[in-house]
C-alpha cells in the first residue's frame, strides 16, 4: 500500500481516519493511549502543510442518531491539550469542511451517519469527497468494513496507510509472520469461547503456548484437574484436548482461590489438586509464575494477550505482575495488544519496556487469528490502481 509519509500534503485536504475510540467519564478522557498513538501522524501531516481533518467513531451509538454521551468534544479537548493547539469540533461536515494548510479539525462521531457500519456507497462517497488524500490510521478499527474505515477508501482520489497503521502492521508482522525462535505466546482472559479462534491460530505458530484467566480453567479441566466453582467452559473441554496436542501448554502447578469474587474475598494458594468443590481459581501461584517468568528470559518473541488472573483486585494480581515484569525484563521483541492486557501494562508501570504496544482490541486479535484486515486489503487494491 501507498504511505502517507511518501506523499506531498503541502494544501492538500487530507482526510485522516483515527481510533479515538477512548473511554469517557464524565466529559473527560480517562485512558488517552490511543490519542497519544495518533499525535506522530496528525503532526506529520500539519508539519506537511496539509488541510487536516480527522475522523473516528466513540462507541457503539444507536446507528444514525446523534447522542451526546458518545460525542467527540471530551476528545478534541483532550486531543487540543496534548497538541497545543485547538482543535475544533464540527458538528455537520458530511458536505464541506472548512480548513485551512497547516489546521486541524475533528470531524463528530462517524457513527452518528446512517450507513457507517454497513459500508453504504452513499456516505462513503460523501466523506471522499471532502478530501484529496484519504489516510487510513485507525489500526484498532481497520477489523471493520465500514464507510470511513474502507469505502471512503476506494472511492477518494488518493488512500494511503498512516504511519500508525504502518507501524502496527510492520510489528504484528515481527511477531507473528517472521518471529526469532523460541515465539512464546500468552493467552489470557475469561473465556475459552471468544479466543478460540487465536488460540487455534497460535497452536501452529508458537513454540509455547501459556493460557491464563478462565481460559487457564478448561485446559486444568482437560487434563483431569479440579476447578471447584470456576469458571470453566465444560463443553469446551474436547477442543482444549485438541489444542494440547497441537502444542505444548504448560498448565499450572499452583494457584490462588477464593470463596467468592470480592474486592474483599480472601486469597488462599493451593496446589491445582487440592481445588475444593467451592474453590474459585482466581489467579496462578507463585511457582507457576515463576514457571512463566522462566520462560520468557527464554523466549526471543513474546505475544502477550490477556491477564492470568484477576489483576483488578491486588491479591490475586501477583500472576499477572510477574508475568508483565518478566515480559519487560526479557530481550525478546515483546509486544502486547488488547483493552485488559494494555490496563495490566499500566497498572505495573512496564509500557516503556515492551517493544511494542498494540492500540489494537479486536483488530489486534483478528491479525493473530491470520485474518485479513478490510481496511488494508481495501489500500492494497487501492495501490495497484
Ligand atoms: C475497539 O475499541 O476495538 C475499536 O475501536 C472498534 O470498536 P467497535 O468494536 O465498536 O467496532
Redesign the pocket.
Known sequence: FKRMTDLDLQGKRVLIRE?L?VPVKDGKVTSDARIRASLPTIEQALNAGARVMLLSHLG?PTEGEYEEQYSLKPVAEHLGELLGRPVPLVKDWLDGVDVEAGQVVLCENVRFNKGEKKDDEELARKMAALCDVYVMDAF??AH?AQASTHGVARFAPVACAGPLLANELDALSKALLEPAKPLVAIVGGSKVSTKLEVLDALADKVDQLIVGGGIANTFLAAAGHPVGKSLCEHDLIPAARKLAEKVHIPLPVDVVVAKEFAETAEATTKTVDEVAEDDMILDVGPQTAHVFAALMKEARTIVWNGPVGVFEFDQFGEGTKELAEAIADSEAFSIAGGGDTLAAVDKYGIADRISYISTG???FLEFVEGKTLPAVAVLEERARD
Open positions: 481510533d475510540n457503539r484498532g478499527t471493520r482490541g479486536g483488530a
